[in-house]
């Protein structure tokens, strides 16, 4: 089945599920507890659908990754190519002594001092770091939303604290002055990294592909890793995230600790000022999607709605929602929705990842180590321009 035909699936698993609320629903609003247990089935085959789906659309990413066409075919007469003339990192020496450099083999150019590292590591060739950057795109929802820079040092973010403020002046009166005043938001590099293991025998198989192995596994790891991190992370030894005191401000305390309504949702979307709600951004755990996928606006239409097309996501009050697990699910005192400009939340990737050959350690397990290690940190930079809905202490 193709995705078209599970999103128009689930479209009308949805539109079944509606009908049977809207019948259903006791004189008090409610379903009785067999209903409740019909229209929880329903719901979740709607879920399964859209994991199929989100499954299909990474399983065309990547079939289209790797269909790639590997070199260019000659068309004329041998000549150098752009690729040739490349240096550093870039090149095609560098990229092939690299690959030798992780079977364990001499190298062929000895070109990899230009990108050493003071732990005895390599930095990765300019393609295998794209590589993996994209495998974080793909696995990592809030690096897909946010304002991604790259830093060489620890940076210093100036953020207007209070703006100046114009008067209405007499002819030949006095001007009143304006003191906008400024904060600093500091944005630095914690450490990341990640061993992997590879048995000597997969290393002598030339039909093995290594390079693509390693940067698919080490962007999973990074990919969860920094999820999680830029959604609760403390601050202290690794970013911080969103949905923490030090991330977004609160927009809505929700009236029960776990349980939000359809008013709240709206009043959330409003507590954030007009400009930012042009490029506003709904994000949450799927637990709390479907706990609101049966609430009504004012007008009698569900918030939530299901998205037809493929590549885009669903719907909540007419803004783009996605979903991460590292979002707190409803429980007393958490976070449970941002809604907001994610480019507000800044990624700061310091410049190159590396990887460090371990060739003794595994040694008696016929194994050898890989370690890749990545600088990066995360934090909201303008607090106004992501709003939080709170759940109600449960005390």
Sequence with gaps: ?????????????????????????????????????????????????????????????????????????????????????????????????????????????????????????????????????????????????????????????????????????????????????????????????????????????????LESYIAAEFARAFGIAEEEAFCVGKGTTQPTGIFTESGGEVGVTAAGATAITADELISLVYSLKSPYRRNAKFLMNDATVAAIRKLKDGNGVYLWQPSLQAGEPDKLLGYDLYTSPYVPTMKGDAFTVAFGDFKNYWIADRSGRTVQRLNELYSTNGQVGFVATERVDGKVILAEGIKLLKMKNAG
């Design 1 to 209: 089945m193709t995705i078209l035909e599970l999103r128009a699936k689930r479209a009308k698993a949805w539109e079944a599920a509606k009908a049977f609320l809207d019948t259903h629903r006791t004189d008090k609003g409610t379903l009785s507890a067999e209903d409740d247990a019909t229209y929880t089935r329903m719901e979740q085959d709607i879920t399964d659908l859209g994991k199929e789906i989100a499954r299909l659309e990474r399983q065309e990413a990547i079939d289209a990754e790797l269909n790639k066409p590997v070199g260019t075919p000659l068309t004329g007469k041998p000549m150098s190519s752009k690729d040739d003339q490349k240096t550093g990192r870039a090149s095609n020496a560098y990229k092939e002594d690299f690959g030798l450099h992780l079977r364990g083999r001499a190298l062929v150019h000895n070109v990899l001092s230009e990108g050493d590292d003071a732990n005895g590591g390599y930095l990765v060739p300019e393609e295998f770091e794209r590589r993996i950057v994209t495998g974080l795109d793909e696995a990592n929802v809030v690096r897909s939303l946010a304002k991604v820079i790259t830093t060489g040092a620890e940076r210093k973010i100036p953020v207007a604290a209070t703006h100046s403020k114009a008067e209405w002046t007499a002819e030949n009166g006095a001007y009143t002055e304006s003191a906008p005043t400024f904060n600093q938001k500091t944005i630095d590099a914690f450490k990341l990294t990640d061993l992997v293991k590879v048995s000597i025998e997969l290393l002598q198989d030339s039909m093995f592909d």
